[in-house]
C-alpha cells in the first residue's frame, strides 16, 4: 500500500484543517486507516482510526471533540477534520494502513505508512 499525505500547514490556535490521505495499491477497502502524530522530541502517538467500511472510528481522547476521521471508499481517500486547533497540536501528522480490517491503536500493528506532513498550530 502506498500512501500519500497532504494538507498540513500553518494556523492560528483556534482554527482548522483538513488534511487528506491518498492510498494506492491495494484494494482500499481491505484495511482500517488510521492517523498519528509526532512533535519534536516526543513518540509518535495514536490520533484516530476508522473501520474498513467507515463504520468504526476512533479518537485518542486529547483530540475526541475536535478531530473527524472520514474515508472516502470511492475516493480511496481518508480524511482528518481538524478543528478548536490548539498548540500543543503541533506534530507532523502520519496516515497508515494495518494489513487487516480490525482497528488498531498501536503503531506496531499499522505496517504501511504515509510520508508525513507537518502541522504547525501558533498561538
Known amino acids: 500500500v502506498q500512501l500519500q499525505a497532504s494538507g498540513g500547514g500553518l494556523v492560528q490556535a483556534g482554527g482548522s484543517l483538513r488534511l487528506s490521505c491518498a492510498a494506492s495499491?491495494?484494494?482500499?477497502?481491505?484495511?482500517?486507516m488510521g492517523w498519528f502524530r509526532q512533535a519534536p522530541g516526543k513518540e509518535r502517538e495514536f490520533v484516530a482510526a476508522?473501520?474498513?467500511?467507515?463504520?468504526?472510528?476512533y479518537y485518542a481522547d486529547s483530540v475526541k471533540g475536535r478531530f473527524t476521521i472520514s474515508r472516502d471508499n470511492a475516493k480511496n481517500t481518508v480524511y482528518l477534520q481538524m478543528g478548536s486547533l490548539k498548540p500543543e497540536d503541533t506534530a507532523v501528522y502520519y496516515c497508515?494502513?494495518?494489513?487487516?480490517?480490525?482497528?488498531?491503536?498501536?503503531?506496531?500493528?499499522?505496517?504501511?505508512w504515509g510520508q508525513g506532513t507537518q502541522v504547525t498550530v501558533s498561538s
Open positions: 495499491g491495494r484494494t482500499f477497502t481491505d484495511y482500517t
Open positions: 476508522i473501520s474498513y467500511s467507515d463504520r468504526f472510528t
Open positions: 497508515a494502513a494495518p494489513e487487516t480490517r480490525l482497528l488498531f491503536t498501536r503503531d506496531l500493528e499499522y505496517k504501511n
